[in-house]
């Protein structure tokens, strides 16, 4: 950065979706597809693909982009795939493993 240049929070280039602070330090793949919008309320999670927010944490969010559950507004963005789907939340036989209580 030159000496005349400012950094890009200043310039108004800011983006919260890549920014590191704003996503946990977690391999849960869900976090590819949302952030924390506001680091005072970690159970919000919005959405990258369409920007709605989600409270819930991060497997309301999952919910919200695999579709099918009450809990959560189908996401708008078709950009997700059938596979991407499976992938986030896991293929089926795992969920067909998984007894509940």
Do not use: F
Not at 52 to 74: M, S, W
């Amino acid at each position: 950065m030159a000496a005349t240049e400012s950094p890009a929070s200043v310039n108004g280039e800011y983006d919260p979706t890549t920014d590191k602070a704003r996503k946990a330090k977690s391999n849960d793949p869900g976090w590819k597809y949302g952030y924390w919008a506001n680091l005072q309320d970690r159970n919000e999670v919005t959405c990258i693909l369409c920007g709605i927010p989600q409270k819930g944490g991060i497997k309301r969010l999952k919910q919200h982009l695999a579709g099918g559950y009450a809990d959560a507004k189908l996401c708008e963005s078709k950009r997700l795939t059938t596979k991407g789907n499976e992938r986030l939340l896991g293929t089926k036989q795992e969920k067909e493993a998984i007894v509940p209580r």
